[in-house]
């Protein structure tokens, strides 16, 4: 697509790369004598039809290619749906293990958090039986009740530890094994959503718009130079070609949004706007803090749950 030839207003051609990637104006880049908006030469009739050319011809390509893999999926379907099967397994052991190493790194911290504060109270309840035994050794007469709470102290203190339970399916993610969505060419448009826990480091479903596949992740970066050394979450969308695409070219106006839980219209709301290419098939940016995210009095995080909602409202536009 990129190297497709492109008629001019000024009657030469150009590259289609050279006026597609311009979002503003700019000069012709064959002439230098005019200045030039991408839409506007786009739109001009020869090139439209050429550019409808070349997308009939890339979904003939895309379909011959869906073809190829049907021949080679319906003579032994249980072969490949075992394969496609045992590798979901494999992503499920693998999460188990990710979740062993999470819980005892928390159950080390905790333990490690415990025995430092039974050691604070044990220092601090010596330091307050040794000033009452001065005490009682500076009366004359023993006081019963004293040496009796003296004694009450020595004695092993009641430590109990209270039941807990993890809700187990929240950690390990719950099992969706709808069918895939169906492009549309009419869809350009849909909202994808991500509901994240403590982990933020998770991908979203992915969703078919116009042939590609769309999702988004969360990162939890800490950046000392920036956000006066505050955590923070990076928001990433992710476009993957369906097929055997080698090139693509995508505009993209999206709006990111983190859910309030109980009115929409406080969401923190953010822009964007990028091209997604072969070169570059993913882009993010710094969201926002996580104290923002976690201060209860700004409704995102849900308590209950303990979780929050992250979702991005994509508007495709192709050449």
């Known amino acids: 697509m990129d190297d497709l030839s492109i008629s001019l207003p000024c009657g030469f051609s150009a590259k289609y790369k050279d006026i597609f990637y311009n979002c503003d104006e700019f000069p012709c880049?064959?002439?230098k004598t005019h200045a030039l908006k991408s839409?506007?030469?786009?739109?001009?009739?020869?090139n439209r039809l050429v550019l409808i050319e070349k997308s009939f011809e890339l979904k003939k390509n895309h379909y011959d290619h869906l073809l190829k893999e049907f021949e080679k999926y319906k003579n032994e379907p249980k072969i490949y749906l075992d394969e496609s099967f045992d590798c979901f397994k494999r992503k499920v052991d693998h999460r188990r293990e990710e979740i062993k190493v999470m819980l005892n790194e928390k159950i080390d911290?905790?333990?490690?958090?415990?025995?430092?504060?039974?050691?604070?109270?044990?220092?601090?309840k010596l330091k307050e039986l040794e000033e009452k035994i001065k005490q009682i050794e500076a009366l004359d007469l023993v006081n019963l009740?004293?040496?009796?709470?003296?004694?009450?102290?020595?004695?092993?203190?009641?430590?109990k530890l209270a039941n807990s339970s993890h809700n187990i399916s929240k950690l390990f993610g719950q099992l969706n094994l709808k069918e895939d969505e169906i492009d549309?060419?009419?869809c350009t448009e849909k909202t994808i959503e991500l509901v994240e826990n403590d982990n933020f480091?998770?991908?979203?479903?992915?969703?078919?718009?116009?042939?590609?596949?769309?999702?988004?992740?969360?990162r939890k970066k800490r950046n000392n130079s920036e956000m006066n050394g505050e955590t923070y979450i990076d928001l990433n969308l992710y476009c993957y070609p369906l097929g055997n695409t080698k090139e693509f070219s995508v505009k993209v106006d999206a709006l990111f949004s983190l859910s309030n839980k109980s009115n929409s219209m406080k969401d923190l709301s953010r822009n964007f706007k990028q091209l997604f290419t072969q070169k570059s098939p993913a882009w993010g940016f710094k969201f926002t803090t996580m104290n923002k995210i976690m201060n209860p009095k700004n409704g995102f995080y849900d308590a209950n749950d303990d979780s929050i909602t992250l979702k991005a409202a994509i508007k495709v536009e192709l050449p």
């Open 145 to 159: 009740s004293s040496v009796t709470n003296i004694l009450n102290d020595l004695i092993e203190p009641n430590f």
């Open 201 to 218: 480091d998770l991908y979203s479903k992915k969703y078919i718009v116009q042939n590609f596949e769309w999702s988004i992740n969360t």
């Open 39 to 46: 839409k506007e030469c786009l739109t001009i009739t020869k």
């Open 109 to 124: 911290e905790y333990h490690d958090g415990l025995l430092a504060k039974i050691e604070t109270k044990k220092c601090a």
């Open 184 to 186: 549309d060419d009419s």
């Open 29 to 31: 880049p064959v002439c």
